[in-house]
């Protein structure tokens, strides 16, 4: 299986324990005399097949995010953390660069000036550029994704 498929079935299984984790919850109280609207027993093992599933689908993932390296030389493991810091980066320039785009109003001149202590258009070339190195990041780790197989066994 290839790790893009494996990261696909890792979202569907999380998706189905959360179905499945619902069910439970609707059939976990009934009105004394009512049958519930499932047998919660069937559910359980249903949700702990799903749970085993899960652990195994991250470990094999993780596993393999490890040993994969990218055409840079980066581990997948060390892509998608850099990957994670620029959307922070990004996210934290952008934030920076709303902040100081706000009108300051003053009715006077006696209020108090504000005045920005950061420069804006240097800020946003920052946040472009980390926007765009992470998307540059992304594109290359979901490449390696849909090429590289799933390694299952230690």
Do not use: C, F
């Amino acid at each position: 299986m290839k790790l893009g498929e494996a990261l696909a079935r890792r979202s569907d299984v999380q998706t189905r324990i959360a179905q499945v984790r619902d069910r439970l919850a609707a059939t976990a109280l009934v009105q004394e005399g009512d049958e519930p609207p499932e047998p919660s027993e069937a559910l359980l093992r249903e949700l702990d097949a799903l749970l085993d599933e899960l652990r195994d689908l991250v470990v094999a993932v993780n596993r393999t995010n490890a040993a994969t390296q990218l055409p840079s030389g980066a581990t997948l493991t060390e892509a998608l953390a850099h990957r994670d810091v620029l959307g922070m980066r990004h996210g934290t320039l952008n934030a920076i660069v709303a902040a100081t785009a706000q009108a300051q109003a003053r009715y006077s001149r006696s209020e108090i000036r504000i005045v920005r202590t950061v420069d804006v258009a240097a800020l946003r070339r920052a946040a472009d550029e980390a926007a765009k190195e992470r998307r540059e990041l992304d594109a290359e780790i979901q490449q390696v994704n849909w090429t590289v197989e799933v390694m299952e066994d230690g």
